[in-house]
């Protein structure tokens, strides 16, 4: 078993509610990255016996990197499964060593105590109050990663960085904590921008929006008619805003595209949930390289931020150290001490 085995499941079957073409392409990309883990790197402390990782449902790939790192490990992995995503944890359990998918409802607490009383350690990816939920439940220590957002800071939308632009907006429709909610950028044409989305439309077709989504489009839609300008091409609504209008949340299929001078002001009120940002011609890596930048945002330099290049937003490599700031495996093995 393992991710040979998983890349052969086909990704269009499992209910992802993203089109066969975009479900597949996710799959890919998040193996890809999964298939760069260290599982040789040395830990200190002592493996824990096991972890029970609980998922969300925004990006349905996000626990295969840790249920293949930890699995393969030799950990036992109890995974949670999304809501309505079942048949997703029931592909890695089938094909990842050590892994179980348990599918409890979020409220079904005898089902959690049962998966949480023999653990060492828990994983959720959440909400805030789902994490502080689970966190005043457990007996064992609980690694939270809630809301974050993220930002791309480019010198132009011209186009090799429009299709990078294109790229991490699409991956599953934007919904991603690591996608843009805003892309801030000098002054300039639009077309090149529109070019790549309506190409991306192609390889990573749009999946069905939740009414509230569709909602919240049409009101985006409104307000950059009255202080900005709003354009259409294929699923996309790209909407150019003053910087005052910034919120965190991306909305899917949507490109919120603010002034580069507009950067600071608008992200410094949220920057405890910056956890991505986007630039051209740069390295993987974290804030402490970019000094500048973090003195321009506010931030400290231990601030948790990821820094990659445009395009690369939704596609993290499974053998960084940190996630949100936390080595997630060194932090586990300190807890199966």
Request: aromatic share 4%.
């Amino acid at each position: 078993m393992g991710l040979d085995d998983l890349a052969a499941v086909d990704a269009a079957t499992l209910g992802t509610g993203l089109p066969p073409a975009h479900a597949r392409a996710a799959w890919a990309t998040a193996i890809d990255g999964a298939r760069r883990v260290d599982l040789g790197r040395t830990l200190p402390g002592t493996p824990p016996r096991t972890v029970v990782i609980v998922a969300s449902a925004n990006v349905f790939t996000a626990p295969i990197e840790w249920a293949w790192a930890l699995g393969g490990r030799g950990v036992r992995v109890i995974l949670k499964s999304a809501r309505g995503l079942a048949a997703v944890g029931e592909a890695l359990a089938r094909t990842l060593p050590h892994v179980e998918a348990h599918d409890w409802r979020g409220g079904d607490l005898d089902a959690e105590a049962a998966a949480l009383a023999g653990c060492d350690a828990v994983m959720v990816f959440g909400t805030t109050e789902t994490i502080a939920a689970i966190r005043a439940r457990s007996p064992a220590p609980v690694l939270g990663f809630g809301p974050r957002f993220g930002v791309a800071v480019l010198p132009d939308l011209e186009a090799p960085v429009a299709a990078g632009i294109a790229e991490d907006h699409a991956l599953y429709d934007g919904r991603g904590c690591m996608s843009p909610a805003g892309v801030f950028v000098p002054p300039g044409p639009m077309g090149p921008l529109l070019d790549a989305l309506e190409t991306c439309d192609v390889r990573l077709p749009a999946g069905s929006f939740e009414p509230a989504d569709a909602q919240a489009r049409r009101t985006l839609a409104t307000l950059a008619s009255a202080v900005g300008r709003a354009h259409t091409v294929g699923s996309w609504l790209v909407v150019e805003l003053p910087g005052a209008h910034f919120r965190p949340r991306g909305l899917p299929r949507t490109v919120c595209v603010y002034p580069r001078a507009a950067l600071a002001p608008a992200v410094r009120p949220f920057a405890d949930e910056l956890g991505t940002v986007a630039l051209v011609g740069v390295e993987e890596g974290d804030v402490r390289r970019h000094p500048a930048l973090a003195a321009e945002l506010g931030l400290d330099l231990d601030h948790p931020a990821r820094v990659c290049a445009v395009g690369r937003a939704q596609h993290p490599p499974g053998d960084r150290a940190l996630h949100d700031g936390a080595d997630v495996l060194a932090a586990l093995w300190a807890a199966g001490a």
